[in-house]
Structures are given as C-alpha cells and as structure tokens.
C-alpha cells in the first residue's frame, strides 16, 4: 500500500475568488463579462509522461461552458488541463512529486530569477550530467535545474534511485524548447490563484466543496488495453490506489461536487468506476463515444458526472 504522506500546501497569493472554467474557444466573450477576470490559457512549460495536452481537444466537447465555482487537481503533472482553460480565481494543484510541487511555487513566485538561470544552460551531455549532479542550495536553483532536466532527460522521464537522486540519462535531444521568460511569465499569472500542496491524490477531498470540480488523471500505461492492466506499474499505482480512487469518487459525488476522471481502458476500471454517470470511451486525436461503442477504437475511458449539454 502506498505511503500516505501529510499534506504540505504552499498558499495562493491573493487573488480573485471563486472562478469559471471556460474553454478557450468561448474565452473571448468571457473577456468582455465584468464579473470574470479571465487568465488567458497557456501552454504548460513541461514535458511529462501520461500529459494530457492530446486531451484538450476533447474538453469542450465533455465539459460545455460548464460553470465551476472551485478546481482542483490532484495529479498536476504537467498540468495541461489547467493551463488550458480560461479560468479566475483560485485553483488547489497537488501532486505527491515534491521536486514538480517545488517548481511550480518558484515559477510561480520568481518566475523572471528561474528564466534568467534557465537562459544560462546548454543543450550538451556534459552540461547535462553536470547539472544533474550538482545541488542547488536556493530553491529557485532547485526548480531551474529540475526544468532544464525535465527537458533534455530521456523521453522528459522523472526517476529517482533508492537515495532519491535523479538517475534519468541525458536524452540527446537535437533541439530543446526551454520555455522562455515570456513563458513563465504567463505561467506565473496563471498560477497566481492556486494554492499548491504536496499530497496523496486523497487528501484533496479535504479542500473540496459543493458545486467544486475535480480532474483526476491518475498514472497508467498507454498501451494498456490488452496487457494485462492489473500487473502493470504496481510501484507507480498500484490497483489497490485504483480502489481508494474509486472512494474519492465516491466522497466527492457526496458532495455535490463534480468530476472527470481519465483512465485506462480496461474492464476492470470499467467496473470499478461504474456509478452511473457518463461514461466515455476517447480516442487519441478522434472521436469520443459513448458506452456502446467498439473497444478495440478506444484508447482511454473518461468518467464524468458533468451534465452533457445535448
């Protein structure tokens, strides 16, 4: 069973509350409306296994212009779903990566200090190997060299050896998109009204309230339809994390707040998450459909209690 660890939350600076999600596709409108400070959407500024920046596509057509009144996101990553969206006010990111966690804050707080540092780095091994064995003693040092590792490890991969260390090789990469100060920048405006926490996925029920969404996108394989899910990745998230999923869930349909929940698809999450809301099968750059269509076309499941618009 995973460790649980205690919860440790960096607080938002102060900022406008409650918010919308709005789709970028609606934002402009939404700009013109006094009652919303509109953050424009924004690309994430790292690479991370199992991101969602494919998925995005797919919001508008799931969520509508549905109005949200509290966000919160338990396994940020790279956050693509949140930097996506037109979006006010607050939001509450966690993740149990406490590296990740660390350089939002930074990038949140000194965005210009960790662009001036990034804008000093090379695109060579010897560079690389160097950076990944020094340590940074000031926090914005810490969240830069985690950047710039995020970008030219092996396939942007994060893995620690049993001392913690970072044991990634250097990916070789023939062209780096380090993000820029403009980037962080825009980064930064986002991030203004998020509260950020180091946390297991269930700790975050503890912030959610009434009429709140919650995107959940818990670690799983990409070819997971015929490899026999239940074996895969145990030590990442095991199937017993699957099952205290399927409580928050269930505690969040308990208070009245909303979800969408991506997923392997798999017949066993199929059942496990079963609670009689819609249930969606999506294709990579595709359609979406619903229950009865074929399972060899889809590639994830999504789950969502969010009234459908049609």
């Known amino acids: 069973m995973r460790r649980l660890v205690k919860p440790t939350c960096v607080p938002i600076r102060p900022g406008p509350a409650p918010y919308v999600l709005i789709s970028p596709e609606n934002a402009a409108s939404s700009k013109s409306s006094k009652s919303l400070d509109v953050v424009a959407p924004?690309?994430?500024?790292?690479?991370?296994?199992?991101?969602k920046r494919w998925f995005i596509h797919h919001l508008t057509s799931i969520l509508g212009n549905f109005k949200i009144d509290g966000y919160h996101e338990p396994f940020?990553?790279?956050?693509?779903?949140?930097?996506?969206?037109?979006?006010?006010?607050?939001?509450?990111l966690s993740d149990l990566n406490?590296?990740?966690?660390?350089?939002?804050?930074?990038?949140?707080?000194?965005?210009?200090?960790?662009?001036?540092?990034?804008?000093?780095?090379v695109n060579t091994p010897e560079h690389y190997y160097a950076v990944r064995a020094s340590s940074p003693q000031d926090p914005v040092g810490r969240a830069?060299?985690?950047?710039?590792?995020?970008?030219?490890?092996?396939?942007?991969?994060?893995r620690v050896n049993l001392q913690g260390q970072y044991n990634v090789p250097y990916?070789?990469?023939?062209?780096?998109?380090?993000?820029?100060?403009?980037?962080?920048?825009?980064?930064?405006?986002?991030?203004?009204g998020a509260t950020l926490c180091i946390s297991d996925f269930q700790a975050v029920i503890e912030r959610v309230r009434a009429g709140d969404f919650v995107f959940l996108d818990p670690p799983y394989t990409v070819a997971h339809n015929n490899n026999g899910f239940?074996?895969?990745?145990?030590?990442?998230?095991s199937f017993e994390d699957q099952?205290?999923?399927?409580?928050?869930?269930?505690?969040?349909?308990?208070?009245?707040?909303?979800y969408l929940l991506t997923n392997a698809a798999h017949e066993s999450i199929a059942a496990m998450f079963e609670k009689g809301d819609r249930q969606l099968l999506l294709k990579r750059g595709n359609s979406i459909g619903g229950n009865k269509a074929k399972r060899g076309s889809a590639t994830e499941y999504v789950f969502t209690n969010v009234p459908s618009d049609e």
């Open 42 to 51: 924004t690309q994430p500024f790292l690479r991370w296994a199992g991101g």
């Open 76 to 92: 940020l990553g790279g956050g693509a779903v949140f930097f996506h969206s037109a979006i006010t006010g607050q939001a509450s």
């Open 98 to 121: 406490a590296d990740l966690i660390d350089a939002y804050i930074q990038v949140r707080d000194n965005a210009e200090r960790v662009a001036g540092i990034l804008a000093t780095h």
């Open 144 to 158: 830069a060299k985690f950047i710039y590792l995020n970008h030219t490890s092996y396939n942007g991969i994060y």
């Open 171 to 192: 990916g070789n990469p023939t062209k780096v998109g380090l993000p820029t100060l403009d980037h962080l920048a825009a980064i930064s405006r986002k991030l203004q």
């Open 230 to 237: 239940i074996k895969y990745n145990q030590k990442l998230f």
């Open 243 to 258: 099952s205290r999923l399927s409580a928050l869930v269930d505690e969040i349909r308990r208070r009245d707040a909303y």
